[in-house]
């Protein structure tokens, strides 16, 4: 019965000097847990695409952590606060000046952490480029690119190569694009960066005026938009101009009339409008004419509405990216901080150790109970696992006829997927959502459930039996697993 009391005791002196320190630093250990929390949290949605939104409890986290032992000491996690305060300050609230000042100290704290400062400049290359200062946003873009370059990680540098060509379309440097272009090709991009690839280039294309090719790699971008609606939605706009500019006016106005229809956004709805004023003034109907102007014009005020004032956030980061003032100066700051703070923490530990001889039979009776405990808890989740599994081996039996191999559903691949989300447990929308995976790798995940072969995966998906096992392995990797485990991983996953 005392055993457990002298553990606590024993922790509560071991996080008794650090608690201490922070105290001293005028931050209460409550308020230091709920920032480490926020912060976890923040990251934990970022994995996802979801920015934290809470920027109250962001502000908190700047204010208790912008002191000058703190912000040493937890420099990374304040550059994220920054960083995710920014997003929302320039997403939620168009608050571009305040969005700039985040960006701009995220970036001076994250200067040990390439992909996170590759972020944070794509970020301000964003802005500079809603401001339509190209030059600018290109330079930040460059930045970016440069950062994910020392990541080493691919998806990152594909992402800041697909920015880079997004502006160099936008500057008319087609050349350029198609040399990025040029480079992309040699990485295995997912659906969402495809979708961007294909776009990007039917812009260069549109550019250049070669219409058809411009359609082709619309066409191709919209397969990969899924259930981006913002997205769709802009590329459905670029197929209506790219009809409208190959005189196909019938179905440019089918798609302006199902882009008014379908979404709000001022400007694309703007650019519909225009497109049925122009079907209007053929037909000579002028009452459909001023009716579509005005529209227009209606749409037009209400995106000025949300237009903001960008110079003095255009003016902030031009001043940062020509700042003189080296990254070496800063560290040599941080280093000089981070020697004091550590001689305290030395200071504090040989203090602390008089406490601890006391307690080492405790703490190896910690240890002995903490391992049994550990085991008893293992062995209850296993059995809860496989109750879990047997559950979802359950509905998989219920539902083996509709999903039979060879059968007219693998045809479909919109009509799979419905299938799949009713009769699987969303099984497809949550992995879509989760792991971004296309309807290739849907089939491969359903087949593997219900333990196809080779031969039936292949025939069920179109390609080579020996092209299946690297597919297999392509999947698994996609959704952070081996393809010996996929179907385990599956299970598991359809019983969370």
């Known amino acids: 019965m005392n055993i457990p009391c002298q553990i606590h005791s024993s922790r509560r002196l071991l996080q008794a000097l650090w608690f201490a320190c922070v105290l001293c630093l005028g931050t209460g250990c409550t308020d230091w847990h709920e920032a480490q929390m926020v912060i976890r949290k923040a990251d934990s949605l970022d994995t996802y695409g979801i920015i934290y939104q809470d920027t109250v409890a962001l502000q908190q986290v700047v204010r208790m952590w912008e002191k000058p032992v703190l912000r040493v000491l937890k420099h990374d996690d304040l550059g994220k606060a920054y960083y995710y305060l920014g997003r929302n300050k320039e997403d939620r609230y168009q608050q571009y000046v305040e969005a700039a000042e985040c960006y701009i100290r995220s970036d001076q704290l994250h200067m040990s952490d390439p992909i996170r400062r590759g972020r944070v400049n794509s970020c301000m290359g964003y802005v500079c480029g809603k401001a339509g200062v190209t030059p600018l946003s290109l330079d930040f873009a460059q930045r970016a690119l440069h950062d994910f370059t020392q990541s080493k990680n691919d998806t990152y540098i594909a992402s800041g190569l697909l920015y880079i060509m997004q502006i160099y379309g936008e500057m008319g440097e087609y050349s350029r694009a198609d040399s990025i272009y040029s480079q992309l090709t040699q990485y295995e991009l997912d659906s969402i960066n495809l979708m961007y690839l294909n776009m990007y280039r039917g812009w260069c294309f549109y550019g250049k005026e070669d219409y058809n090719s411009a359609m082709i790699s619309f066409q191709h971008a919209i397969r990969f938009a899924c259930n981006n609606d913002t997205e769709r939605w802009r ?38 409008y225009y497109v049925l004023m122009d079907d209007a003034t053929t037909r000579h109907d002028a009452q459909a ?150 309807i290739q790798d849907l089939k491969i995940c359903i087949l593997t459930l219900y333990n196809a072969s080779r031969a039936q995966i292949a025939t069920n998906i179109f390609r080579a039996v020996s092209s299946v096992p690297k597919l297999r392995t392509n999947t698994a990797k996609k959704l952070g697993t081996t393809s010996t485990n996929l179907r385990t991983f599956l299970l598991d996953f359809l019983a969370s």
Not at 240 to 245: A, I, L, N, P, V
Not at 363 to 373: G, M, P, S, T
């Open 235 to 272: 590329i459905y706009q670029e197929i209506m101009k790219t009809y409208y500019r190959l005189g196909n006016l019938d179905s440019a106005v089918s798609y302006a009339e199902n882009i008014i229809h379908s979404t709000s956004y001022p400007v694309l709805c703007a650019n519909a």
């Open 289 to 438: 004419v001023s009716y579509y102007a005005h529209k227009r014009a209606d749409m037009q005020q209400l995106d000025k509405k949300t237009d903001n004032d960008y110079s003095r956030a255009i003016s902030m980061l031009e001043n940062h990216i020509n700042s003189d003032i080296s990254q070496a100066t800063n560290i040599l700051k941080l280093s000089v901080i981070t020697v004091v703070v550590i001689i305290c923490i030395i200071i504090g530990v040989l203090y602390l150790r008089r406490y601890h001889n006391n307690f080492l039979d405790t703490q190896q009776h910690a240890i002995v109970l903490e391992e049994q405990l550990a085991n008893v808890n293992k062995e209850l989740e296993e059995t809860q696992q496989t109750q879990r599994r047997e559950v979802v081996e359950t509905m998989l039996m219920k539902s083996y006829v509709v999903f039979a191999f060879g059968a007219d559903i693998w045809n479909n691949d919109d009509l799979l997927c419905k299938t799949a989300d009713r009769q699987l447990d969303n099984i497809y929308t949550r992995l879509h959502t989760q792991f971004s995976i296309d």
